[in-house]
């Protein structure tokens, strides 16, 4: 049996409907209550409780083989995860499975990969058997821009000319729910990007075309952008690590894809101009 958390959030509720797609058996610990019933249609047994609760864990690590560990960005995330792998470890768990990020590599200054680093190499030594998946930005982090895309046609970001290969949520659903499911990814780094590495001006483009009408990229200085992000996202933590990560996009971001999708999938992950396209209905005023 699998155990996933983060169920009701972007990739978990992907990952938990490519289980599902796949015939797979599987539990999630959830804490909102009005997303139970969704869940339970698509076959999962669900625990409701807060991955803070000693006890609900516990409870919903009972008979688990393999346990999905998939949280959002805090400043207690990675006192968090390493309680789940001990609670894991406890329980009998044999597998792990870490949604980590490509950006979480040895040499991380930033606070977000350095402490997905400091998760993987928790799990690495607990001696349970381990796969990290590490994808790159989501491309569904542009729906944040949503508003000024229909509004006035501009994305507001501080990338400069930083480069990411976006991969959607789907996709890595679709990653998470086969490592979750099968052997042979033991010991192993899943850097997953989408099919294109594209810069934010090259992004607009994209929008461009798909929806038929011009949107630009404007560079927005990172001191502005923190302003303008802080009146939403106000924990100061928080608000420091997504401005630190945006920063090293800025300064580069990433230049290779990976085909490792492809190579676990068999097909090529999702383009941008499909992402659009499927959610036209979001960004076109
Ligand atoms: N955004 C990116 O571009 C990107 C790229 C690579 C990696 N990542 C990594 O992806 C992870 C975030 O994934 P996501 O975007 O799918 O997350 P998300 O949409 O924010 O969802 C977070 C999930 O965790 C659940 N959760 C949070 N606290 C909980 C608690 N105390 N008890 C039970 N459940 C709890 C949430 O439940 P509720 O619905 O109840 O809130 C939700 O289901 C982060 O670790 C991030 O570093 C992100």
């Known amino acids: 049996m699998i155990l996933v958390t983060g169920a009701t959030g972007k990739t978990g509720s992907a990952t938990a409907k490519s289980l599902s797609d796949m015939g797979e058996k599987f539990r999630v610990l959830i804490r909102n209550e009005a997303k139970k019933q969704e869940l339970e249609s698509l076959g999962a047994e ?18 688990i083989d393999t346990v999905l560990i998939l949280l959002p960005n805090s400043e207690g ?35 977000i990969p350095k402490l997905h680093l400091e998760s993987e190499e928790y799990i ?66 899943h850097e997953i990007t989408g099919p294109e590495i594209l810069s934010f ?13 011009e949107v630009d990229y404007v560079d927005v200085p990172l001191a502005a952008y923190k ?33 490792t999708f492809n190579a676990l999938m068999g097909d090529a992950p999702k383009s941008l101009a499909q992402f659009v396209t499927e959610n036209s209905f979001i960004f076109k005023a």
Do not use: C, R
Request: proline share 2%.
């Open 77 to 111: 995330q990675l006192k968090l995860e390493k309680q789940l792998v001990d609670s894991a470890k406890q329980s009998g768990a044999k597998k792990i499975v870490k949604m980590s990020s490509i950006e979480a590599t040895p040499d991380a200054t930033s606070p």
């Open 124 to 189: 690495k030594q607990s001696g349970l058997s381990w796969t990290m998946v590490k994808p790159n930005f989501y491309m569904q982090n542009l729906l944040a821009s949503a508003g000024t895309i229909k509004d006035q046609g501009k994305i507001f970001l501080p990338m400069g000319e930083g480069k990411t290969g976006m991969i959607d949520t789907t996709d890595v659903g679709k990653v998470l729910a086969k490592v979750l499911s099968e052997d042979g990814h033991e010991s192993m780094n």
């Open 46 to 63: 669900v625990i409701i409780g807060s991955i803070e609760n000693v006890e609900a864990v516990e409870q919903s690590m009972d008979g």
């Open 227 to 259: 302003e303008t992000l802080g009146q939403f996202l106000t924990n100061q933590w928080h608000l420091d690590a997504v401005i630190d990560l945006f920063k090293g996009i800025a300064e580069g971001g990433i230049e290779e894809k990976t085909d």
């Open 201 to 213: 001006y090259e992004v607009a483009e994209i929008f461009s075309q798909v929806l038929g009408t």
